[in-house]
């Protein structure tokens, strides 16, 4: 997997550099999510009612078998069902098993045959194109020289991992990865190529400059920025009203003392 690192953003960008390495990023997601409408449309396939359930006249990509024996029905049982979560987190696939080797099928297996291009292909441009995989970046702070905390914030990389003394500047980099292991591989493998900066933190585990980095702000950086500017806001006003409210008492003592 290629990589690129893009100084003045403090930013190493990964891209697939291979036909297939789309594919290989999406697959583990594409798992979990109920698609088999979908690849039933790309292959054709028109599930056969087999009382109670439908079946699927396609061979099973375990074990090959495409019609049982016994009653000469389609091997493989659509059960139905599976849950599309929109954060990923609480989907399923559908329910499809094989009723000659009682594996599971996903709809993901029945595409096995594909050529790599192809299968990226409908993650770009075809109907899988919703499920492709969307980078995000990521914060590496290496604390130990190779060795390497990762989160999406700096609070998210230190959190629970520095003690109750701690440097507070750090050498932090960004990388953008599919998920946190990712970024994590990829920088223990091109750590010597990317571009580090030492950066002052609060206490409180976030950047003293927000804008450490150089690179366009995120929504989150953008929240923590506008909270500060209410807060630096607050701030003056109750300074303006205790300078406004020191000098009416100065006055006030001068009047009265005259």
């Known amino acids: 997997m290629a990589v690129e690192v893009i100084a003045a953003l403090t930013l190493m960008r990964f891209y697939f550099g291979r036909s297939g390495d789309r594919w290989k990023h999406a697959e583990p997601r594409l798992r979990r999510r109920p698609i088999a409408p979908i690849v ?12 109670p359930t439908c079946r699927v006249p396609i061979a099973c990509p375990h074990c ?15 059960w139905g069902g599976g ?3 929109a954060t990923g987190k609480h989907s399923e696939p559908e329910r499809i098993q094989c009723l000659a080797c009682d594996r599971g099928v996903h709809a993901v297996d029945l595409l096995s045959g594909w050529k790599a291009k192809d299968l990226d292909a409908l993650l770009t441009t075809g109907p899988l194109r919703g499920y492709a995989p969307r980078p995000q970046t990521f914060i590496v702070d290496e604390h130990e020289p ?11 990389a230190l959190h629970r991992r520095v003690g109750k003394v701690f ?28 571009t580090w900066r030492d950066v002052p933190i609060t206490p409180e585990l976030e950047a003293v400059d927000i804008d ?15 909270r ?16 406004v409210e020191a ?11 005259g």
Do not use: C
């Not at 396939?45 to 009382?51: D, P, S």
């Not at 090959?64 to 659509?78: E, P, Q």
């Not at 932090?172 to 750590?191: N, P």
């Open 146 to 156: 190779g060795k390497f905390w990762i989160g999406r914030t700096i609070y998210d």
């Open 228 to 243: 500060r500017k209410r807060q630096a806001k607050r701030l003056a006003r109750i300074n303006l009203d205790a300078e």
């Open 167 to 194: 440097p507070l500047e750090r050498r932090l980099s960004r990388i953008e990865a599919m998920d946190a292991d990712h970024a994590a591989r990829l920088a223990e493998e091109h750590h010597a190529s990317m």
């Open 212 to 226: 450490w980095h150089g690179g366009p702000l995120q929504a989150w950086e953008k929240q923590k920025l506008d």
């Open 83 to 85: 849950v599309d979560d």
């Open 40 to 51: 039933f449309g790309l292959l054709n396939i028109t599930k056969v009612w087999a009382g």
């Open 247 to 257: 000098f009416r008492k100065q006055r006030e003592a001068e009047l009265l003392g």
């Open 64 to 78: 090959g078998v495409l019609r049982l024996t016994s009653d000469d029905t389609f091997a493989i049982r659509f």
